[in-house]
């Protein structure tokens, strides 16, 4: 890896993400072994800090962590010293200070983790900045992809929902484009973000006016999370119409292939944007179906 932090899929070329991949199905198979133990990460620490809530990610790291025999440190951002004012360099500074060999940051602001890296010795990973990028989320599902269907030549995706909030939907833009696949996008006009379409310039990406459009086809349907949270004012009429216009059920799936599958990078409003029974169909590569 060129880099000593991980950042986001943008500044990764399509080799260092088959590295990854491949390193994580190998970590998947040791999982999967019934000894859980690796001795890769023994004499190493690791930081977590989350800033926002999280479940798989932060489980996930804590995991590995551990797993990996690097002793796994979970800053408990509620009650750290952020509480009392402290901003985010001086806390990041305070754990490189300690000799932190890696810490995982989530921030809600966007640029949060390329900020501290720039200042620290340990390696920073992104686990989410603000509407920026998710890049462990999206290796993930091209993980999870390459699992299914083999390669990503010639396969098409179709990222269907709330785009504008989505940080993950920019990590597999970038991602599945450099791995050679077709990513196709489709969010009312609302819920894109400005300068969306001039990713089509950079990137084998291409926008879609109706779900049906983007889904005819396709190979993999992605639904996206509706993120009422990060929304100050009203971007849709209303979840009953954005379900009803927006919404993955088993009518849209019908415009893609037939052996098509459909995923979400989770957590996932059941019944908003993807439909109960289709998570929890054989259709569904969703973890909690
Ligand atoms: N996909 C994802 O980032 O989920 P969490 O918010 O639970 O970590």
């Excluded at 070329?13 to 491949?22: C, P, V």
């Excluded at 396969?155 to 989505?166: P, Q, R």
């Excluded at 006016?209 to 004012?233: H, N, Y």
């Amino acid at each position: 890896m060129k880099s000593k932090d991980l950042l986001g899929i943008k500044e990764l070329s399509a080799e260092e993400i088959t590295k990854i991949l491949d390193t994580a199905a190998e970590m998947k198979q040791l999982l999967q072994s019934g000894h859980k133990k690796s001795n890769r990460m023994v004499g190493k620490n690791v930081a977590h800090m989350f800033y926002e809530n999280s479940t798989r990610t932060a489980v996930s790291f804590d995991e590995a962590a551990k797993i990996l025999g690097a002793v796994s440190c979970n800053l408990s951002v509620g009650n750290s010293a952020a509480a009392k004012g402290e901003n985010l360099m001086d806390t990041a500074k305070t754990l490189n200070a300690m000799k932190f060999d890696v810490i995982v940051i989530r921030h809600q602001a966007s640029g949060a983790a390329h900020f501290i890296a720039k200042h620290v010795e340990a390696s920073i990973i992104n686990a989410g900045d603000g509407g920026d990028e998710h890049p462990t989320q999206a290796l993930l599902d091209m993980l999870t992809m390459r699992e299914k269907f083999g390669c990503f030549k010639g396969l098409t995706v179709a990222i269907i929902g709330d785009v504008k909030h989505s940080r993950v939907a920019r990590s597999n833009i970038y991602g599945l484009s450099k791995m050679g696949a077709n990513v196709r996008v489709c969010a009312p006009d609302t819920l894109l973000f400005a300068g969306t379409r001039e990713l089509e310039k950079d990137y084998n990406v291409k926008f879609f006016k109706t779900p049906q459009e983007a889904a005819q086809g396709a190979d993999i349907v992605m639904a996206l999370r509706l993120q009422l949270e990060r929304m100050s004012k009203g971007l849709i009429p209303s979840i009953a119409e954005y379900h009803e216009l927006y919404g993955v059920n088993e009518k849209l799936m019908s415009h893609a292939k037939p052996n098509a599958v459909v995923m979400h990078p989770g957590p996932a409003n059941r019944g908003v944007e993807i439909s109960s029974s289709l998570m929890d169909s054989d259709r569904s590569l969703i973890p909690s179906k």
